[in-house]
């Protein structure tokens, strides 16, 4: 047995520069047919028969075991299969085609002198699109090659139409996602420079956060929509006037000792300042949470719940509402740790930062207090990840 190749001759080609012909019958014309026939003769008098009609590009294979390869290199975009071939017969290739994801969508035309009704039943159960008697009659085989080429040009269209739309889909849902990203960098940013902050607070606690989401193993989607939505957590300091948002007092001597001492934002904030000036302060959970309330989005709907409740204590002593243990939702729960430890070693108006050290031991002293035991512990097996965080945004001189 032998195997052939033969190409279109450069001469049957459009010339450089002719324009492309777009009618259907010119590109099924243009189409690649395969024929596999393991008599040379039967493979002449085919393609003869297909080239008065105007086809010029076949290829030829009469080794039957070389069939299956061919097909999956020359991606044919019809091909003509005789069933009965020793080796291989077709409906083994038909099987092997219809077994390989690539292929599978070629069409495929038996031709056969004679076959029964099983044969026949199993060659169609394997995708084969018709039948042509031996020998053929052009009068048959021209139309039936016609037709099933001109399926496979608009089920190829349709399949590049569906590819350019997925494509179009992604590329619009990423950009949506990016305008979405955008936006929350922009809200959180803006309530954290009425804090004389630079902005990198709300960046570093939603990075913070997001490790700590990784870590307890939340799907990488949902690990995306904590980060974002953490950096909102203080969006409702743009509800707070300045009298209180760049309130100075925990400046003053051993204050500001007290306030190191501790690891609870709320509580250096909160203790040196006015019985209503307190209660105006701790409404910034409330505001934020009704800034970000968007019931349609998911994105908005988690980060009022972290703005309403990342001052919640664990042993329930935080506020606004005085929630405990695992009444007080995870993502709430993760973003108190984040939001303490950023606070305690970052400069502030008020104070400097205090050395890593020093913060993660006052945060240990505050397990079971202020912060949930098992994420505060996740939170310290992940440090390493966190202090390169912590490196990578840390504040520039402005």
């Given amino acids: 047995m032998s195997s052939s190749t033969t190409n279109t001759p450069d001469q049957a080609r459009p010339p450089a520069g002719t324009p492309e012909k777009t009618g259907v019958t010119d590109s099924v014309h243009n189409s690649r047919i395969m024929i596999v026939d393991d008599e040379q003769f039967n493979i002449l008098v085919v393609r003869r028969f297909l080239e008065l009609d105007g086809y010029s590009d076949f290829i030829s294979v009469t080794d039957s075991t070389k069939a299956t390869d061919k097909i999956r290199s020359e991606k044919p975009d019809l091909v003509l299969l005789d069933i009965m071939m020793p080796e291989v017969?077709?409906?083994?290739?038909?099987?092997?085609?219809?077994?390989?994801?690539?292929?599978?969508?070629?069409?495929?035309?038996?031709?056969?002198?004679?076959?029964?009704?099983?044969?026949?039943?199993?060659?169609?159960?394997?995708?084969?699109?018709?039948?042509?008697?031996?020998?053929?009659?052009?009068?048959?085989?021209?139309?039936?090659?016609?037709?099933?080429?001109?399926?496979?040009?608009?089920?190829?269209?349709?399949?590049?139409?569906?590819?350019?739309?997925?494509?179009?889909?992604?590329?619009?849902?990423?950009?949506?996602?990016?305008?979405?990203?955008?936006?929350?960098?922009?809200?959180?940013?803006?309530?954290?420079?009425?804090?004389?902050?630079?902005?990198?607070?709300?960046?570093?606690?939603?990075?913070?956060?997001?490790?700590?989401?990784?870590?307890?193993?939340?799907?990488?989607?949902?690990?995306?929509?904590?980060?974002?939505?953490?950096?909102?957590?203080?969006?409702?300091?743009?509800?707070?006037?300045?009298s209180i948002l760049l309130h100075n007092g925990p400046l003053h001597g051993d204050?500001?000792?007290?306030?190191?001492?501790?690891?609870?934002?709320?509580?250096?904030?909160?203790?040196?300042?006015?019985?209503?000036?307190?209660?105006?302060?701790?409404?910034?959970?409330?505001?934020?949470?009704?800034?970000?309330?968007?019931?349609?989005?998911?994105?908005?709907?988690?980060?009022?719940?972290?703005?309403?409740?990342?001052?919640?204590w664990w042993d329930g002593t935080g506020y606004p509402l005085g929630l405990a243990g695992d009444d007080i939702p995870v993502e709430g729960r993760m973003t108190a740790i984040a939001d303490v430890f950023d606070a305690l070693s970052s400069r502030r108006p008020y104070k400097e930062p205090i050395p890593r050290e020093t913060c993660f031991e006052m945060m240990r002293e505050n397990r079971e207090t202020q912060f949930d035991p098992k994420l505060l512990k996740v939170f310290f097996e992940n440090v390493d990840e966190i202090v390169d965080i912590q490196l990578q945004f840390m504040e520039t001189a402005v």
């Fill in 89 to 242: 017969s077709g409906i083994d290739i038909l099987r092997a085609l219809k077994a390989d994801e690539s292929l599978r969508q070629i069409p495929v035309l038996v031709l056969t002198a004679s076959v029964d009704a099983e044969t026949k039943k199993q060659a169609l159960d394997l995708r084969a699109m018709d039948f042509l008697a031996k020998p053929v009659d052009p009068n048959d085989l021209v139309p039936r090659v016609r037709n099933a080429l001109i399926t496979k040009f608009y089920q190829d269209r349709l399949t590049s139409h569906a590819e350019e739309l997925e494509i179009q889909v992604q590329r619009r849902t990423a950009e949506l996602a990016h305008s979405r990203q955008q936006v929350v960098h922009c809200l959180a940013r803006a309530a954290e420079y009425r804090d004389n902050d630079t902005g990198m607070h709300v960046v570093r606690v939603g990075k913070y956060v997001g490790v700590i989401a990784r870590a307890l193993g939340f799907a990488a989607s949902r690990v995306e929509m904590i980060e974002l939505a953490s950096q909102l957590h203080d969006v409702g300091k743009i509800g707070l006037p300045d």
């Fill in 255 to 312: 204050q500001r000792q007290y306030m190191q001492r501790h690891c609870a934002v709320g509580k250096r904030i909160l203790e040196p300042m006015s019985a209503s000036d307190v209660e105006l302060l701790r409404s910034h959970t409330r505001m934020g949470a009704e800034i970000a309330f968007v019931p349609t989005s998911p994105l908005l709907m988690l980060a009022s719940r972290i703005a309403q409740t990342h001052h919640e």
